[in-house]
């Protein structure tokens, strides 16, 4: 049985679409504003049959064992409709932005999820 650290893929963000971006602006003393997304560079498709389903955050304190997860964000509309695959042209784009606080500096660790590619991973440092 393989282990969830054996099957999350990463690369560099430039070359691999498949990768989450995670922007990071620190503003205030403990105001912490993220961005993310998944195909900054060379663009993701969004179809029924090929998408990225979920983006998830976490935060990493310097010095402690366990992250806190700081949201998880579900991307739903794909191009389908009762009408049967990509007939509708509402499609969500795989990027949000979000704010937490700490005065911790740490690991901003991020998790996407290709219905076809699996699950991808990056970390940035804040």
């Not at 990509?86 to 784009?93: E, G, I, L, N, R």
Request: hydrophobic share 30%.
């Amino acid at each position: 049985m393989s282990k969830l650290a054996d099957l999350l893929q990463t690369d560099d963000w430039k070359t691999e679409k498949h990768v989450p971006v995670v922007e990071v602006n620190k503003s205030g003393e403990d105001r912490v504003e993220i961005t993310a997304s998944v195909g900054k560079e060379i663009a993701h498709p969004n179809t029924t049959e090929h998408h990225i389903r979920w983006i998830e955050l976490y935060f990493l304190p310097g010095g402690e064992k366990h992250p806190y997860q700081v949201g998880r964000y579900e991307f739903a509309a794909h191009g389908a409709s009762t009408d049967g695959p990509d007939t509708s042209d509402v499609y969500s784009s795989p990027e949000i932005s979000s704010v937490f606080r700490t005065s911790k500096s740490g690991t901003v660790i991020a998790k996407s999820y290709c219905n076809i590619h699996g699950l991808w991973t990056s970390e940035t440092e804040v």
